[in-house]
């Protein structure tokens, strides 16, 4: 059993960062790929970015290169760094385990994802 916690949520406004983290435990780090994904009120749960079990990082085209992924194997965390936020970008933020090794060119597909945390609330302000 694989168990992610989220944090580093907030209130911000538009043009500044935030950093968000995903704890992992319950399986050996280096052996899952983690997905950052985000639902808005009233929308579908959309892709945001994965870093693969062997640390190849795949990022969804709309970022505009704005946010990165990156993890830190001694602290089992994978990180989600978020520049010059915007107000489209207000969302719950997930972070998903996918622990059967898919292929890299499924990780924007949600159901590859076994394991889920709870969410953070991101709301940047215009």
């Known amino acids: 059993q694989v168990q992610l916690v989220e944090s580093g949520g907030g209130l911000v406004q538009t043009g500044d960062s935030l950093r968000l983290s995903c704890t992992v435990s319950?399986?050996?780090?280096?052996?899952?790929?983690v997905g950052w994904f985000r639902q808005a009120p009233g929308k579908e749960r959309e892709f945001v970015a994965a870093?693969?079990?062997?640390?190849?990082?795949y990022y969804v085209g709309f970022l505009e290169g704005r946010f990165t992924i990156s993890r830190d194997t001694f602290q089992s965390t994978v990180y989600l760094q978020m520049n010059s936020l915007k107000p489209d970008d207000t969302a719950v933020y997930y972070c998903?385990?996918?622990?059967?090794?898919?292929?890299?060119?499924?990780?924007?597909?949600?159901?590859?994802?076994?394991?889920w945390g709870q969410g953070t609330q991101v709301t940047v302000s215009s």
């Open positions: 319950g399986r050996s780090f280096n052996t899952v790929t």
């Open positions: 998903a385990a996918d622990s059967d090794h898919h292929l890299y060119s499924d990780y924007e597909n949600s159901s590859i994802y076994n394991y």
């Open positions: 870093i693969s079990w062997s640390g190849r990082r």
